[in-house]
Structure formats: C-alpha cells, structure tokens
C-alpha cells in the first residue's frame, strides 16, 4: 500500500514545502523545523468549517437569485433585473455569448460549487469515496473556477460608476447584490477549508477494509 | 529528514523529489497535483516580473479604466472609483469586497512578493520570511485581477449600447497586471525560494 505521510509520522509543510518529521508527540503546536509556520496533518475541523460555510451559502444563494441585482432607469422605462433575468434580457438582445458567461459564473458556478463540495464532504463522511482520484480532481476545478463569480459583481461596479447620466440612463445596483457577494466569499472559504487528503483517507480506510475482508 | 522525499499536498502520498538543473515542474504521481518546480535563474525572473507589475500597478491605478459620453456629458471611472460607486448606491459590503479583491490584496501581493524576492536576489534573507510567505498564500486567494479583467471585457458590449464607450489607460494596464501575475505564478516556487534562504536566516 502506499505511504501517507500523516500515517509515517510526516508533515509537510504547505508554506515552505519540506516535509517535518512529527517527533515525539507532546501537547500544543507543532511548527515547520525551516520556516516556523504551524504544520496540519489535516486542515483543522475541515468538516465542521466547511459544512458551515456550505450551508450558509445555500441560504445566501436563495436571495441572490429572487432579489433584484440591477436596477435600470432611463427616460422611457424602469427595470428591475434578476441575475437570471438580467442574462435573458442579454439573450433577446442578441447578446447570447455575454448572456451564456453571466449566466454560467453567476448561476453555474455557485451551484456547482456548492454541490460538488456537499457531494464530496457526503461521500467522505458517510465512508463512500469511491474514486479518489477523480474525487480530487473534481475538487480542483471547484476550487479554480470559485473566483470567477466575481465577474457580475465587477460588471455591477463598472456600471454604476460609469452610467451616471439622469434622467437618460442610470444604473443602481439591487439588494441581491450583497447576498451574492456572500454567496461567492463563502463558497471561496468553503472550498479553501476543504482536504481533498481527506479523500485519500477514505480511500484507505476502504481498501483496507476491503482487505481484512479478504 | 532525507531532503530527497516530500509528501503530497493533495493526497499525502510520500514519495521522491527528484532534483531538476533544467525548468521542470515536478507533479505527485499518484494524483498529478504539482509538488514543485525548477526554474532556472527564478530570482532575476520573478524579481524583474514582479517590478514590471508594480509599475503597471500604480499607472492602473492612477487612470481612468473606461469612460462613456453620453448628450455631451463625460463620464469616466477608476479601480478606486468603482468601489467608491457602489458604497455611495448602498452597497458598502460589496464596495469594500471589490476594494479588497481589486486593490488592496494585488498592492499586497506585489508588495510581499517584493519584500521577499529582493533581499533574497542580493544574497540575505528578509526578516520574517516565514510569516510573509504564508500571508501571500493567503493574499493570492483573494486578489482577482484576471476576473475584473474579463468583466471589464464582458462590461465594453453593454456600455456601448448606451453610450459612446472609450478605453482609457488603466485598462490596458491592469490587462498587463494580470499577464505579469500570471507569468509569476508560472515561475514561482517557495520552495526554491527556501532554498535559496536556507543558512543566511538569523
């Protein structure tokens, strides 16, 4: 089977990259022997942290998406745009490439990255991890793609800046603003609380229970 | 401990660091997560990267990034003004959170990876190296150039339907901000950088 540092007493440290050897055990913190920062065989309450933050997302992600995130006024008309609202809008313009990125980094993304995280802190609780490996690389792209709901919020502050011109046109931006911002800083926090050697854990604890059962 | 082992940061798995003298980039081999990388000559690469985006970095700063004319009235906006905007609409969090992602953590990256690379070119180790590392590990995850650009992209479409839309300078030079931090995080390695520190750290 292969080695875990965590199983041979190793620690390695995510700051400065040399692997620790985790000495005689004794109570309080144990500290990189090179650069001083504090070493985790495991990120710390990953579950606990994690599910918090997973949960309170969910919550968050209801009003972001019933409130109003765009409020437009010009001589004519007044409109009060949801995100999803605001990306069919783009669509019956014609703008259907702008439409498709708002609606996959405000809408997907977020949900993506809340089921993928739920869908993995499940499996590994409940001792299911199947494939590790595959586990771990959808991990990856959680976490890589998590950033990039910031988009519409930028786009809400360059068009607030910028339309300024009453009565013509005049944007403002809606309530549902804030909940999404909450949405993409606790999802962001979500999957940086997550292990993915949580995964190998499970993954060990399998195959060796597998191999006890002969 | 043997210098020639390290563990996985994703899976934990022990395995061989094998030394580079060419650029490599060194990946796990049971799940393929990158464990390090060699770059030759990284000090004077990064450094000079990293001196680049600083430069842009404060033009980005100083200048309009777009602005919009609209029945003979001139509108323009900065990285600052933007946060600024959306305090003064009411919305003082998401103010603050496009000031923390757009100015203040990249000011900081460029800051810290400063701080760290230029004593360390010239042959000492800076003080607190450790706690700095850490926090620009920390400050990376928040600083998001690469998103504002493409909402700047993204925001060029729907402002030219409402008025006449011009690029000013910060763009273009937040667009190269976000090559320049690319192109770090392409040659970046705080291992070699510990390396590099290792006996000259009082």
Redo the contacts between chains.
């Keep these: 089977m292969?080695?875990?540092?965590?199983r041979?007493g190793?620690l390695?440290c995510?700051?400065?990259?040399?692997?620790?050897?985790r000495g005689r055990p004794r109570p309080g913190r144990l500290s990189?022997a090179?650069?001083?920062?504090t070493l985790h065989a495991r990120k710390p309450d990953s579950f606990a942290r994690t599910w918090a933050l997973l949960i309170t997302a969910y919550v968050l992600y209801i009003p972001a998406n019933i409130l109003p995130v765009l409020e437009t006024r010009s001589l004519t008309d007044s409109t009060h745009d949801t995100i999803l609202g605001g990306a069919i809008r783009?669509w019956s313009?014609g703008?259907w490439p702008?439409s498709v990125?708002?609606v996959i980094a405000s809408f997907g993304v977020p949900l993506a990255k809340l089921f993928v995280l739920t869908y993995l802190l499940a499996t590994v609780q409940s001792g299911s991890t199947r494939n590790?490996?595959r586990q771990?690389q959808l991990y990856?792209v959680v976490d890589f793609i998590g950033?990039?709901s910031?988009?519409?919020?930028?786009?809400?502050?360059?068009?607030?800046?910028?339309?300024?011109?009453p009565p013509?046109?005049t944007v403002?931006?809606g309530p549902a603003?804030?909940a999404f911002?909450g949405v993409?800083?606790l999802t962001?926090m979500a999957s940086?609380s997550f292990d993915?050697?949580l995964?190998?854990?499970a993954d060990t604890r399998r195959a060796t229970r597998a191999v006890q059962n002969g | 401990m043997n210098p020639a082992l390290t563990a996985c940061p994703e899976c934990d798995l022990v395995q061989r660091a094998p030394e580079c003298v060419e650029t490599c980039n060194v990946h796990c081999r049971r799940c393929d997560a990158l464990l390090y990388r060699f770059v030759p000559h990284l000090l004077d690469t990064a450094l000079a990267l990293t001196l680049g985006t600083a430069v842009l970095f404060v033009i980005a700063n100083i200048y309009p990034v777009m602005s919009l004319d609209l029945q003979g009235r001139h509108v323009s906006a900065t990285l600052g003004g933007l946060a600024q905007a959306l305090a003064a609409a009411g919305m003082t969090s998401v103010g603050v959170l496009v000031f923390v992602t757009l100015l203040l953590m990249p000011g900081l990256e460029i800051l810290a990876l400063l701080y760290l690379l230029v004593p360390l070119r010239f042959g000492s180790a800076p003080r607190r190296m450790g706690l700095v590392s850490r926090l620009l590990m920390s400050i990376k995850e928040w600083s998001m150039v690469e998103v504002f650009v493409l909402a700047a992209v993204v925001s060029i479409h729907r402002l030219g339907q409402i008025g006449r839309l011009e690029l000013q300078p910060a763009f273009w030079a937040i667009a190269m901000v976000m090559i320049l931090l690319a192109a770090i995080d392409t040659v970046f390695d705080s291992r070699t950088l510990w390396a590099r520190a290792a006996g000259r750290i009082a």
Excluded: H, K
């Design positions: 292969s080695a875990m540092a965590a041979a190793l390695l995510e700051v400065c990259g040399l692997l620790n050897r990189c090179r650069c001083g920062n783009l313009q703008a702008l990125i708002i590790a490996l771990t990856r950033r990039w910031m988009v519409d919020l930028y786009v809400g502050g360059l068009l607030v800046s910028l339309v300024q011109f013509f046109a403002t931006i603003a804030v911002a993409v800083v962001i940086r993915p050697r995964l190998w854990d």
